[in-house]
């Protein structure tokens, strides 16, 4: 059944004790990223393909990423969602292994389901086009798996959050020490921030679970919260101006430091304001997503969220080769010569990639819910929740690995990362063990 009419159904039942504003932030975060991606891509077609960054070529665009970069709100938004789902089942009896298989299968099905068809039309494309330029685009096509992999993380780790949230305070801050810590030493050393991929996107989690507190009792006053966020918002900017931090909230290419990957102090006190901003607005929030409407594009969104976020960068990358294969070709901006028509044909790029996705999407979301039971037994084994959580643990360093090498000249493409030496093949048969592993966990979580 397509999505439109499965959304309409879902949104017309009764949505029980469900905090809308997690769906619509997650719903508005994830367009967000398709628009992003679509608005920031230059692709330069020549005897060698190359891909650029619109803020790159026009710095002053950057501080554009302040209101683009939405992936610390989806951590947040996807933090609080795990909290409460794991509260309900701590109530219920349900062992951690069930739960998270349960909440990571719509996470990881699609995921295999797309590495499948992009490793075997990598074996296509690779056979028929130039080298270059296949390798580009595939490699490209598997870069934002990197989220994925940190998300499984956070998710496995959602118990710890739970736990430190009663703390906040206190465990925030000697968190966020952490991460300016790492950032310090990885000034010195890039492979000391990948510490932060934890810290970074830890702090941003637990930051989560905070406001799912927040959202149903604020224990800050308005007064108190328009300081916090002027204050926050101040320090970001200091941080920039004193030129500690580069502005851009996204990777560039070329750049010397990543305020995303992985996560800089500035990144996350920039997560830290949106949570506040959020609760700012908590209630117009609320109000909007009562909006039939906009209670449906939340339903249907998150439906498909994993299909849009692993397809709209082949579905965009298609369409940009598409258009010059037919010789459409749109402008290149450059800081010498600039077109105002490239703004234009833009704007026709990012509203054509929406139309193809949101097409797409209709029917591929059927493969988030292609997913294998839970194996029941009458055993009970007391191992299984640790055998889950590191389980996910190699799904999640694989995912990241695999984004890192990419499907091109798959198995035997390698890469060295942080000193190791990674091929493509090993990414794919860590994330296989890993999966077998989560699911396999639940066989023993069954009691009489």
């Not at 970074?200 to 149903?216: F, R």
């Not at 709209?312 to 010498?336: C, F, R």
């Not at 990674?422 to 966990?441: E, H, P, R």
């Amino acid at each position: 059944m397509r999505l439109s009419k499965v959304a309409e159904s879902a949104a017309g039942k009764n949505s029980g004790t469900r905090i809308r504003q997690l769906d619509l932030i997650r719903a508005v975060s994830i367009w967000v990223v398709v628009i992003a991606h679509a608005f920031m891509g230059v692709v330069v077609w020549g005897k060698d393909i190359s891909l650029n960054n619109l803020l790159a070529v026009f710095p002053n665009l950057q501080i554009l990423s302040w209101f683009l970069q939405v992936m610390p709100l989806f951590f947040i938004a996807g933090a609080a969602a795990n909290a409460l789902s794991f509260r309900s089942g701590s109530a219920r009896n349900q062992p951690y292994s069930v739960w998270l298989y349960r909440r990571s299968s719509r996470l990881l099905a699609p995921v295999i389901w797309y590495l499948m068809a992009i490793i075997l039309l990598s074996f296509g494309l690779t056979a028929i086009f130039d080298g270059v330029v296949v390798q580009y685009f595939l490699n490209l096509s598997t870069q934002l798996l990197w989220f994925l992999g940190v998300y499984l993380l956070m998710t496995a780790l959602t118990p710890l959050w739970v736990t430190l949230a009663k703390n906040f305070t206190t465990a925030a801050g000697l968190i966020f020490v952490a991460v300016v810590v790492v950032d310090i030493f990885r000034f010195q050393n890039p492979a000391f921030g990948l510490a932060n991929f934890v810290f970074g996107w830890g702090l941003i989690s637990l930051t989560g679970v905070w406001l799912l507190e927040q959202l149903s009792q604020v224990s800050i006053t308005n007064r108190n919260l328009l300081i916090s966020i002027s204050i926050l918002l101040a320090i970001e900017i200091s941080l920039v101006i004193l030129q500690i931090y580069p502005l851009s909230l996204v990777g560039l290419p070329g750049a010397e430091f990543s305020n995303m990957a992985p996560p800089s102090a500035l990144l996350v006190l920039h997560g830290i304001l949106q949570a506040l901003l959020w609760i700012r607005f908590k209630t117009w929030l609320e109000t909007l997503t009562n909006k039939p409407k906009v209670w449906q594009f939340s339903i249907s969104t998150n439906l498909a969220a994993m299909s849009i976020y692993l397809w709209h960068l082949p579905i965009l990358m298609g369409l940009h080769s598409l258009l010059n294969a037919l010789g459409i070709k749109l402008h290149t901006p450059t800081t010498d010569s600039f077109s105002a028509w490239y703004f234009v044909e833009l704007l026709f790029l990012i509203l054509l990639t929406i139309t193809l996705v949101q097409a797409w999407i209709q029917y591929a979301y059927l493969l988030e819910n292609l997913i294998p039971k839970i194996p029941t037994s009458k055993r009970i084994w007391l191992g299984n929740g640790a055998l889950s959580f590191f389980s996910a643990i190699a799904a999640a360093i694989s995912l990241l690995m695999f984004s890192v090498v990419g499907p091109y000249n798959f198995p035997n493409q390698v890469v060295t990362f942080s000193g190791l030496n990674w091929t493509n093949g090993q990414s794919i048969l860590a994330f296989g063990v890993g999966l077998l592993g989560i699911w396999g966990s639940t066989k023993f979580a069954n009691k009489n």
